[in-house]
């Protein structure tokens, strides 16, 4: 799996601790080179500001960011203010999202998009129609990040090979996945999954509806039972019962290296179906993913990260 391309996926952070490890991570992932750093969104706009942080240190580390974006919870004017405000920050490659409606039960503005389709071709809309964002910029945001940005945006979108737990059925998400490509969405990434026969089995149904994008598996580095247990809960997944009692068994040495060995073998096991990439949930630990990228073969053993970690 060598010439496997990779990327990584981090969140905004929550704290100065949290700022530093994210910090370090940017670095690691810039020395190892990936296709692209995708950095998560808080439903309802709740952390546009940090996500702009994040995206744009990336940028500054020479790695090409890919923005999370999501709108429910965002009357449609909002979600094209935020759309113009990552394009004006040199913001070229969008993972476009419904998002889900919030726990408490705040009611969706009447103008909300209902859907990751409808997004997608908002974000469209508003890459060509080239409005100069008229307010005034975030703080951080370089002028030069106007003039970089190159015409025309790459919109990526989420799959779902065991469904999306709204949906109810494999064929429902793979007529959502299509309905997303039919609108210009041109790359999708999947959601965790424990199986790679999940991954093979989705892949093959999206074909035979005729979706033609690449998708990107996207792998969860399982590096302690809590990780293992609270992704799988996000995504409305079931738990691997043997790979779940031997993390709550284990140290949290022993968690980290029992997780790196499961997020190689997944990815090795999916070799024989061609996937176009791995996309790589890190919770901003680039260490564990680092070492993955090392167990499939993806770096020159000899590679070393220098970060300022101890
Ligand atoms: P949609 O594609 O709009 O689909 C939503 C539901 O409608 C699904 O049930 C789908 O099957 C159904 N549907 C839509 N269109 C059709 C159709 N034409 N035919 C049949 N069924 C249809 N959430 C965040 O808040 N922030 C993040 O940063 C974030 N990042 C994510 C990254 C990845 C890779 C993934 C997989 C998920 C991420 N999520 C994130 C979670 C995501 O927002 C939720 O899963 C949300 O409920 C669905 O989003 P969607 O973009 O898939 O929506």
């Given at each position: 799996m060598s010439a496997l391309p990779y990327s990584f996926e981090l969140f905004p952070p929550r704290n100065d601790a949290a700022a530093v490890r994210m910090l370090e991570a940017v670095d690691a992932f810039a020395a190892v080179e990936p296709a692209f750093v995708s950095v998560t969104f808080g439903a309802g706009g709740t952390t546009s500001r940090h996500s702009l942080g994040v995206l744009q240190r990336l940028l500054d580390a020479g790695v090409s960011p890919m923005a999370h974006l999501t709108c429910t919870g965002l009357g449609v004017s909002d979600t094209a203010r935020l759309v113009r405000q990552f394009l004006d920050a040199g913001i070229t490659k969008f993972l476009a999202l419904r998002g889900d409606p919030p726990a408490d039960g705040v009611p969706e503005p009447a103008t909300s998009l209902r859907s990751a389709a409808e997004l997608v071709q908002l974000i469209d809309r508003v890459d060509s129609e080239r409005v100069p964002y008229a307010e005034v910029p975030l703080p951080g945001l370089r002028a030069s990040a106007l003039a970089e940005r190159r015409c025309g945006v790459e919109i990526a979108v989420a799959a779902f090979p065991n469904g999306h737990p709204g949906a109810?059925?494999?064929?429902g998400d793979v007529d959502a996945l299509l309905a997303k490509q039919?609108?210009?969405?041109?790359?999708?990434?999947?959601?965790?999954f424990h199986d790679p026969y999940d991954y093979a089995r989705y892949v093959e149904l999206a074909r035979a509806r005729g979706v033609t994008i690449p998708i990107v598996p996207g792998v969860v580095i399982p590096t302690?039972?809590?990780?293992?247990?609270?992704?799988?809960?996000?995504?409305?997944?079931?738990l691997p019962r043997v790979l779940a009692e031997r993390l709550e068994r284990a140290t949290p040495d022993e968690a980290v290296a029992i997780g790196v060995?499961?997020?190689?073998?997944?990815?090795?096991?999916?070799?024989?179906?061609?996937?176009?990439g791995v996309h790589l949930y890190t919770f901003n630990d680039h260490r564990p993913a680092i070492d993955v990228l090392h167990g499939i073969g993806a770096l020159a053993p000899t590679r070393t990260i220098t970060t300022g970690a101890p």
């Open positions: 109810g059925v494999h064929r039919e609108v210009g969405a041109t790359l999708a990434i999947t959601q965790l302690s039972h809590r990780r293992l247990v609270r992704s799988a809960q996000l995504a409305g997944e079931g060995d499961a997020a190689v073998a997944l990815i090795d096991s999916l070799a024989e179906h061609d996937p176009p």
